[in-house]
């Protein structure tokens, strides 16, 4: 069994419709992260929680509306999203949020038409 | 901001050669890691380096912490096809805010 599952493991949407990705760890971490790879770029970082709080919001658009309600799952939902919202989003999670390893989830590859 | 500049972007090197890549950042680092990703999946850890001057091994994998704590480096040695794969550096540091930067990713191919 994986320490991070992510499901669906691909979605496709159109711009209208709401969608939510669920992440799950499984390695008595405290933090879990939201990431969104785009292709040529390095991971960009969209929301870090600690302890079900969120500590961290990277001027992520409000379409993209997280929600940690235990320290074992993360959800992100999504809303009105647009096409240049494609790409693989990558759950985390780590002991703490100071230098601490991160483990990822397989991601879920998201295709917005 | 915080760059993260990782080099080779990709590599293209026949069976049982050595790899190296290598990451630089503008500021020092207190933690560096090496990921390994396969298509369709999300990010394995490989190496996790925690001082300056550290030299770690996870098999075939060697990574080193550069001294003047700006850089890192990760060795592959005998490339085996199941190499194939994007390898990236992260770090974070005290001028990261708490969060990890990561470099833009090596492409390895690996010829037989």
């Known amino acids: 069994e994986t320490g991070v599952t992510q499901t669906p493991r691909h979605l496709v949407m159109g711009m209208t419709n709401k969608k939510s990705l669920k992440c799950e760890q499984h390695?008595?971490?405290?933090?879990m992260y939201w990431y969104k790879q785009s292709a040529k770029k390095p991971l960009e970082l969209m929301f870090v929680?600690?302890?079900?709080?969120?500590?961290e919001n990277n001027s992520v658009p409000s379409r993209f509306s997280p929600e940690c309600p235990n320290s074992s799952h993360l959800f992100l939902h999504l809303h009105t999203l647009q096409p240049e919202d494609s790409a693989l989003y990558l759950c985390?999670?780590?002991?703490?949020?100071?230098?601490?390893?991160?483990?990822f989830g397989p991601g879920t590859r998201l295709l917005v038409l | 901001g915080q760059q993260l500049n990782q080099s080779p972007q990709s590599m293209f090197i026949q069976e049982g050669e050595d790899v190296s890549m290598n990451c630089t950042s503008s500021?020092?680092?207190?933690?560096w890691l090496w990921y390994k990703q396969d298509p369709g999946e999300g990010p394995v850890l490989l190496i996790a380096?925690?001082?300056?001057?550290e030299l770690t091994s996870n098999g075939r994998l060697t990574a080193q912490f550069g001294i003047t704590r700006k850089d890192s480096f990760l060795n592959i040695s005998a490339s085996i096809p199941s190499d194939v794969g994007i390898y990236f550096c992260?770090?974070?540091?005290?001028?990261?805010?708490?969060?990890?930067?990561f470099g833009t990713g090596t492409s390895l191919t690996v010829i037989p």
């Open positions: 985390a999670s780590s002991h703490g949020t100071s230098g601490e390893t991160q483990y």
């Open positions: 390695l008595g971490h405290n933090a």
């Open positions: 929680y600690s302890l079900e709080e969120r500590v």
């Open positions: 500021s020092i680092f207190n933690t």
């Open positions: 380096l925690y001082k300056a001057g």
């Open positions: 992260a770090g974070d540091g005290p001028n990261t805010g708490n969060q990890f930067y």
